[in-house]
């Protein structure tokens, strides 16, 4: 399973932005997908996981920094996952990368990953 993950950009603080991780060669309706985020200098950061539970039942994590502002969801007929990020903050500044595998908060759980894509978020 290959992941691409895009839709990063410059935007303003206060800005909504969506990425997106595609899957191909295979599907990961049964992985759970996480979205961690990298900044200058900074450890790799869990951002939000989405995990099948079951027939058509989801489980949504997010880490403390980003709950109530980013969205993250699924669409397993086009095998894509969707981070929607609201009320963007300079600190959400990152390398934005998506991963497939078992669910933890953890990178090292993760089998696959996508190669990122940048957010800038200033003024």
């Known amino acids: 399973v290959q992941l691409q993950a895009f839709g990063g950009g410059l935007v303003q603080p206060g800005d909504s932005l969506r990425l997106a991780c595609a899957a191909s060669?295979?599907?990961?309706?049964?992985?759970?997908v996480a979205w961690f985020r990298q900044a200058p200098g900074k450890e790799r950061e869990f951002v939000a996981a989405?995990?099948?539970?079951?027939?058509?039942?989801?489980?949504?994590y997010y880490s403390d920094s980003v709950k109530g502002r980013f969205t993250i969801s699924r669409d397993d007929a086009k095998n894509t996952v969707y981070l929607q990020m609201n009320i963007l903050k300079p600190e959400d500044t990152a390398v934005y990368y998506c991963?497939?595998?078992?669910?933890?908060?953890?990178?090292?759980?993760?089998?696959?990953w996508g190669q990122g894509t940048q957010v800038t978020v200033s003024s």
């Open positions: 989405i995990r099948w539970s079951g027939r058509y039942t989801y489980y949504a």
């Open positions: 991963a497939g595998g078992t669910y933890s908060v953890s990178v090292s759980t993760y089998d696959y």
């Open positions: 060669g295979g599907t990961f309706s049964h992985y759970a």
